[in-house]
C-alpha cells in the first residue's frame, strides 16, 4: 500500500497565492462572492473573499 506524505513538505504562499489569482474567474462563473483562506503559517491566517465584477446594465 502507497503511503502518503513520506516527504511532508510546505509549499509556503504559493497555494493561497494560486488560489486568490484564479478565485475571480471562479467568482464570475458562480456569479458569487468565492472565499479563500491561507492557514499555513499558525501564527498568521488570511482571508479574501473576491466578488464577481459588476456588470452595468444598459437601459
Given at each position: 500500500m502507497p503511503q502518503v506524505d513520506v516527504?511532508?513538505?510546505t509549499c509556503g504562499a504559493l497555494?493561497?497565492?494560486?488560489?486568490?489569482?484564479?478565485?475571480?474567474f471562479q467568482a464570475v462563473e458562480l456569479d458569487a462572492p468565492v472565499p479563500c483562506l491561507s492557514?499555513?503559517?499558525?501564527?498568521?491566517?488570511?482571508?479574501?473573499?473576491?466578488?464577481?465584477?459588476?456588470v452595468p446594465q444598459s437601459q
Open positions: 516527504a511532508g513538505g497555494p493561497f497565492q494560486a488560489a486568490l489569482a484564479l478565485a475571480p492557514n499555513e503559517d499558525p501564527s498568521r491566517r488570511c482571508v479574501a473573499l473576491p466578488w464577481p465584477a459588476a
